[in-house]
Each structure stands twice: as structure tokens, then as C-alpha cells.
């Protein structure tokens, strides 16, 4: 039996489209465009949900899936997540291509400015680079870094402080700083250096050291408090 789509289907459809293509105007991330998008192919189906006991069960909510075409570039976006009519979202997030999407165990100024490097990343590779320097400040502000006098202020010296506090691992200090110097080098010296392939790995990085710093540790916590530890951890 298939089932109707219609109540999401009204929701965020292209103004004025009288055919019978169905639209959804929403973000590109290959071309960096928020423009509508024709609907090829949707499916609902329903999944296992599970209480805090760890028992599964059927009939939750659904789950919608949309595959799109972007109709400025013609790349392919899919969207995935559970039934919107649920949350009120009223069209389910974006799953493909992969845009990592931060929660709440990120704090909001540096999601915020992450979201905004993520639009211009195709078409603006230079505002990229500053929005990432501009993240990595923000992580430094949420660690409580303050700016030292003089020459101590940049964000070498407070990365540095990150790194002799332990909130970054050597390795990672590498990347850390990797990431410091592509976004000066797009602020001081030849924002033109900067191209969209130079993007793709400091994309990678960053997600890196958030997923170190953020959301690796609230993962702890949440596992720790299912399996009821309350001990400190044991030093490996
Ligand atoms: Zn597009």
C-alpha cells in the first residue's frame, strides 16, 4: 500500500508553480544556491524505535525520504529524517550531500559560524577560510581562552594555550594549526591562494577537532550514564 505525502508536500514548495512538477526550495550544497529543487522520488517507511529500557518496537512516528534535483546545477540532493508533521520542522533534514550538522554539545557561535562556512564553501572558498579562523577563535572564547596582552592575543598564541591545557591532542594541534594558517593566508596575504580543493580537507579537519573537543566527550557521557557509571574514569 502506498501511502500519501501530501501534508509534507505542501510545505516549502516553489511559489507560484501552477504545473505538476513538485518543488522544494531549499540549500544546494554542491552550488551554494537556496533555490527550488524538483522532487524525482519520495518514500516513507517505518522503522524500529526504542524506549529508555533498550525495547524495541514498531509504530513510531515514519521516516520521510526525498530525493531532489537542484534546478541551478542539477546535482542530486537527498533529504532524510523522521516524519516533520512530528517536530513541526515540516521538511526533514538534509542527508546527502553529507553536511555535517551540529547539535547542541556545540556551542551555538561556533555552529552558527560553521553553518555560514559551509554555504560559501563552493562559491567563495576565501570566505570560507575566514569563517574558519573565525570558528576557531570561537572554540578558544568557549574554552575560556582570553586574549592575552600584545602579541600574545592572536590565535596562534591561544591555540597554543589549547594545546599546553590538553583540550587538544598533539596530533591534533597539527591540524589546528594547519587550519590557523589557511585562514590567514585568506586574510593577510593572497586571498586568490585559497581554491575550492583546499576547502575539502580543511572541511575534514575541522569536523575532526569539533568531534574531538565537543562531541566526542558527549557521547561519553551519554553511553556512561546508560550503563549507570558514576566512577571516574580509570587512566588508561
Ligand atoms: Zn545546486
Known sequence: MTRTLRPILTCGMAKGNTNSVRRHVGHCPTC???????????????????????????????????LCICETCDAPVFY??????????????LAYPAVSEFGSEVPRNVRKIYDEAVKCK?????????????????????RGIEKAAGKKSDLYHRLQVLLSRGDVPPLLAGMTDALREFGNIAAHEDPNAITVPMTWPVHELFITIIEYIY???????????????????KKL
Open 122 to 142: 563552493s562559491h567563495s572558498p576565501m570566505a570560507y577560510a575566514l569563517l574558519i579562523r573565525k570558528a576557531l577563535e570561537a572554540i578558544c572564547d568557549d
Open 215 to 233: 562531541i566526542a566527550p558527549a557521547r561519553l557521557a551519554e553511553l556512561r550514564q546508560a550503563l549507570k557509571l558514576d566512577r571516574p574514569l
Open 80 to 93: 532524510q529524517g523522521v516524519d516533520p508533521n512530528e517536530d513541526g520542522s515540516a521538511w526533514p533534514p
Open 32 to 66: 551554494g544556491n537556496t533555490a527550488p529543487q524538483r522532487i524525482v522520488y519520495s518514500h516513507r517507511h517505518g522503522i524500529t524505535w526504542y524506549d529508555d529500557q533498550g525495547r524495541g518496537a514498531r509504530g513510531g512516528p515514519d521516516i520521510y525520504s526525498f
